[in-house]
């Protein structure tokens, strides 16, 4: 099975830097995924990672540590409409398709 | 192609009536997913298809719980007997052949069970 544990709430300032972190424990290992999720609306992807390391794209980039079963998403000058719901999900090595994902940390930003 | 979409998007029913909720992927997806969201959680896995074939169900999903994908293309889910824990946000995902990582979810369908 697998345990993916993140923040329920963070708040930010626009113009700031925010970063959620997303810790998991799995029997195996197969990648990692970010979505964001606006209320009321389906998630959208934002990254995968599969190596360790960081990957950056425009203002998000999201790192992984296998080693120690952690990720963390980070945003760059906050956006009043990067307030969302973000969703860490992780695929184990069985052979699967399908990401479990986590309960997901709601960002306020705020002026 | 515009995306992954469902219908209805809304559903209000009374307890112990059967729904059904319909998924068109994006065009060439062979990948299918449905998953159920309840209001402060993440996508629950309900169950997988590729091409046809159903190849995984959650064990979560009791037997009131069918899916269908008969010709690989479109795919049906329906609740059988309705009950109230059965309100939720039903999304559908559906994902390429090649370069599969990235999973583009559906608008939704939600259901109130009354």
């Known amino acids: 099975g697998q345990n993916i544990d993140q923040p329920t709430e963070m708040t930010a300032t626009e113009g700031a830097i925010v970063q959620i972190n997303c810790t998991y424990q799995t029997s195996g290992f197969n990648g990692l995924f970010w979505y964001q999720q606006h209320a009321g609306e389906a998630p959208t992807f934002l990254s995968y990672n599969v190596l360790d390391g960081l990957e950056e794209k425009g203002r998000f980039s999201s790192f992984l540590s296998r080693s120690k079963g952690y990720s963390y998403l980070l945003l760059k000058e906050l956006q009043m409409k990067d307030s969302a719901s973000y969703l860490c999900a992780v695929r184990d090595k069985r052979g699967s398709y399908i990401p479990t994902f986590g309960r997901g940390t709601s960002l306020i930003v705020h002026p | 192609d515009t995306g992954v979409s469902q219908d209805p998007r809304h559903k209000i029913t009374k307890r112990g009536q059967n729904v059904t909720f319909r998924c068109d992927p994006i065009?060439?997806?062979?990948?299918l997913y449905w998953y159920r969201q309840t209001l402060g959680q993440g996508p629950e896995f309900l169950t997988y298809f590729q091409n046809e074939a159903q190849l995984e169900k959650s064990r979560l999903l009791s037997d009131r719980f069918s899916a269908e994908r008969p010709k690989g293309s479109f795919s049906t889910l329906e609740i059988q007997r309705t009950e109230q824990g059965d309100s939720a946000m039903y999304l559908c995902?559906?994902?390429?052949?090649?370069?599969?990582?990235?999973?583009?979810f559906g608008p939704g369908t939600r259901l109130t069970v009354l």
């Open positions: 995902a559906s994902s390429p052949r090649t370069g599969g990582n990235e999973q583009f």
């Open positions: 065009s060439e997806h062979n990948r």
